[in-house]
């Protein structure tokens, strides 16, 4: 991180807000590497499948403007557009960076997308004047969930749709966190023993980097989620067919210590061999906890909460 940002993170670790800010522009050229992130059919059909799994297809609509809260670099609103959903994109982010690649993003694969810096507790948008709002992993970033769902009721039209997914509920975040504060702890240690160390460790400045990244994380995720009470803030925003469902069990269980073991390693050490095993073995755990274990398990133990409902 750049010395002349020292006395705004100072700062930053009693401002969330400010936090978020610093460290999304931080990481806006670097996030899709950091997340896997691509504009490919892989990650065009997990955005689809996110969205289908808590609307189904025939509560769906003809989208034409669609908004994305916490856009970050795109990744949920592109690759819905690139399945169908919506004709004209808006991004928004609280970090100018991750708009500023979010638009680029959109224009590099031809769709029609604009990008506005916006705070999502106070929507520079008309009323009723958007047809869906998405976002992923964004509401755990922001401190009044009341006044962001308002705001989200006030620029829907009239029977328009929300949907949020990837939002971390309370019981699997601790799991899936501890599973990564163990896995950073195994990897730097193993990679830097020296029969290891040329291949895989990274570099002592990039271990110190990425360990302030995961400590401003702290402060950057306000909230985990348990599913009901969730539900029950966007009713109170004035939300009508509110709804939730689940996903990501086994799945986050294996996906968060290998995303964290990726980290700590140099970059392209693993190499498409292990891309492929990492993914396919997410997409088979992705499909036993959808088909097998969410008709066992409890909701609350999943890692993501998805929500969806319509304004009045």
Known sequence: MP?????DIEKAWTDSKLANILYHDWEAETYDDKWSISYDQRCVDYA????????????????????????????????LMQSGVGKRGIATDVSSGMVSVAVRNG???????????????????????VDLVVGHAVLHHVPDLDALFSEVVRILRPGGRFVFCGEPTQKGDVIARSLSRLT??????????????????KEPHEIEESSRAQALESVVDIHTFDPDSLARIAVRSGAVDVST???????????WPVRTFEASVKPGALGWAWANFAFGTWKKLEALDKNVLSKVVPDEFFYNVCITGCAP
Do not use: I, M
């Not at 469902?245 to 996906?255: D, K, M, Q, R």
């Open 48 to 79: 689809r499948n996110c969205f289908d799994h808590v609307v189904s297809r025939e509560q769906q609509d003809s989208y034409d403007t669609v908004v994305e809260l916490g856009s970050g670099t795109g990744f949920f609103l592109l690759n």
């Open 3 to 7: 010395d002349s940002l020292t006395g």
């Open 107 to 129: 224009k590099q694969l031809g769709l029609s997308v604009t990008g506005t810096v916006a705070d999502a507790e106070n929507l520079p948008f008309a009323s009723q004047s």
């Open 245 to 255: 469902v689940t996903e990501e069990l086994s799945a986050s269980w294996f996906g």
């Open 184 to 201: 950073w702890w195994v990897s730097t240690h193993v990679t830097a023993l020296p029969p290891l160390r040329d291949r895989w460790a």
